[in-house]
């Protein structure tokens, strides 16, 4: 199947109206500050004009080309350096993630974020990637006008983990692509130990260097932090780390 970049947009994201482009550069600045400040790829989707508005320049995520061509080929970069299965499974998530949204009460939507992972290719090289968007900007009726994309490595081994986040919410839900539809799933509960041991991971601590700080054995220490992979289904600690950070449980 040959896949075009209209096979992007459909009736659930048309913007309604033309938005007013006077406060484009603001949330081009925003997003400029925000790439700034952190080692993830950001830019922004506009969904009226069906481009870029924004990529920020962070050559791991831009199969070696500027920020200029990537805004200039827009959702063609996805068709040209994603695997042909992927680009079918982008589709699948973006219709999927349109409608969850558009059932969302307007006032609302701002909370939202959905995160998935798929392949970039650039030559013979092949790079996992995790990619969270959220609306920027909305039209009156609610209908997403900019979204904000965040790219950052992922932590897992395959394409997938399609997951819905809203901000006030603990628990999350989950796309199941075999079944083509959400499922709402609760979030892991960490107790203070598992916190403690994480926060302490992220500021560099060794495990030794833990036990001592939080007044445990280092047998328990060990313990609890396999109890905390298995607890996120995660294989070590930097998986732990990047699960924590990414459900907000800490």
Same mark, same amino acid.
């Given at each position: 199947?040959?896949?075009?970049?209209?096979?992007?947009?459909?009736?659930?994201?048309?913007?309604? $109206?033309?938005?007013?482009? $006077?406060?484009?550069?603001?949330?081009?600045?925003?997003?400029?500050?925000?790439?700034?400040?952190?080692?993830?790829?950001?830019?922004?989707?506009?969904?009226?004009?069906?481009?870029?508005?924004?990529?920020?320049?962070?050559?791991?995520?831009?199969?070696?080309?500027?920020?200029?061509?990537?805004?200039?080929? @827009?959702?063609?970069?996805?068709?040209?350096?994603?695997?042909?299965?992927?680009?079918?499974?982008?589709?699948?998530?973006?219709?999927?993630?349109?409608?969850?949204?558009?059932?969302?009460?307007?006032? #609302?939507?701002?909370?939202?974020?959905?995160?998935?992972?798929?392949?970039?290719?650039?030559?013979?090289?092949?790079?996992?990637?995790?990619?969270?968007?959220?609306?920027?900007?909305?039209?009156?009726? $609610?209908?997403?006008?900019?979204?904000?994309?965040?790219?950052?490595?992922?932590?897992?081994?395959?394409? @997938?983990?399609?997951?819905?986040?809203?901000?006030?919410?603990? @628990?999350?839900?989950?796309?199941?692509?075999?079944?083509?539809?959400?499922? #709402?799933?609760?979030?892991?509960?960490?107790? #203070?130990?598992?916190?403690?041991?994480?926060?302490?991971?992220?500021? $560099?601590?060794?495990?030794?260097?833990?036990?001592?700080?939080?007044?445990?054995?280092?047998?328990?220490?060990?313990?609890?932090?396999?109890?905390?992979?298995?607890?996120?289904?995660?294989?070590?600690?930097?998986?732990?780390?990047?699960?924590?950070?990414?459900?907000?449980?800490?």
């Amino acid at each position: 199947m040959n896949n075009k970049v209209d096979d992007f947009f459909f009736a659930g994201n048309a913007v309604s $109206g033309e938005p007013d482009y $006077g406060l484009a550069d603001t949330f081009v600045r925003t997003a400029e500050a925000f790439a700034n400040a952190t080692y993830q790829s950001v830019y922004i989707i506009d969904y009226f004009r069906k481009n870029f508005l924004y990529v920020s320049p962070n050559s791991l995520f831009l199969c070696g080309m500027s920020p200029e061509a990537v805004k200039e080929l @827009g959702y063609q970069f996805y068709l040209d350096h994603v695997p042909t299965d992927e680009v079918g499974m982008l589709l699948e998530i973006n219709q999927a993630g349109f409608s969850f949204i558009n059932r969302i009460p307007p006032a #609302e939507r701002k909370k939202y974020t959905i995160s998935y992972d798929f392949h970039i290719v650039n030559g013979h090289e092949k790079l996992l990637i995790n990619h969270k968007l959220t609306g920027l900007a909305y039209q009156p009726d $609610g209908s997403v006008w900019l979204g904000l994309s965040v790219v950052s490595l992922s932590t897992h081994s395959n394409a @997938g983990q399609i997951t819905m986040h809203c901000r006030d919410r603990a @628990g999350y839900w989950e796309y199941d692509l075999s079944l083509h539809r959400w499922e #709402e799933q609760a979030a892991p509960v960490l107790n #203070e130990t598992e916190k403690a041991i994480l926060t302490l991971s992220i500021q $560099g601590l060794t495990i030794n260097a833990i036990a001592e700080k939080i007044h445990l054995a280092v047998d328990s220490v060990k313990s609890a932090r396999r109890r905390l992979f298995e607890k996120l289904e995660v294989n070590n600690i930097s998986e732990a780390i990047s699960y924590a950070t990414n459900y907000k449980l800490l």
